[in-house]
């Protein structure tokens, strides 16, 4: 399994994760930068990424002000793979 590791400890914004995240995974000129959209192409769309599972995204160093971002997102992708093993 391809480790892709991201370092955090410049972040001052979710905005910035997103966009660090974007690029780590190879995302599109376009790929937006929330929630929805990373759900999206991490689990049903994951095609339109030049990063192909399988993966694992390690961050290192975020400041506790993006934790919940971080650990939000990685929640809602483990519930999104989860929900599309049942189908």
Same mark, same amino acid.
């Given at each position: 399994?391809?480790?892709?590791?991201?370092?955090? #400890?410049?972040?001052? #914004?979710? +905005?910035?994760? !997103?966009?660090? +995240?974007?690029?780590? +995974?190879?995302? !599109?000129?376009? =790929?937006?930068?929330? !929630?929805?959209?990373?759900?999206?192409?991490?689990?049903? =769309? =994951?095609?339109?990424?030049?990063? /192909?599972?399988?993966?694992?995204?390690?961050?290192?160093?975020? =400041? #506790?002000?993006?934790?919940?971002?971080?650990?939000?997102?990685?929640?809602?992708?483990?519930?999104? &793979? /989860?929900? &599309?093993? &049942?189908?």
């Amino acid at each position: 399994m391809k480790s892709i590791e991201i370092d955090g #400890s410049g972040w001052s #914004s979710p +905005l910035e994760f !997103f966009n660090d +995240l974007k690029d780590a +995974l190879g995302g !599109f000129d376009g =790929h937006g930068l929330g !929630f929805d959209a990373f759900i999206d192409t991490m689990v049903y =769309h =994951h095609e339109l990424l030049t990063v /192909q599972p399988p993966y694992v995204v390690r961050i290192r160093d975020a =400041h #506790s002000q993006i934790e919940p971002t971080v650990r939000e997102l990685a929640r809602y992708v483990a519930e999104a &793979r /989860q929900w &599309r093993k &049942r189908l």
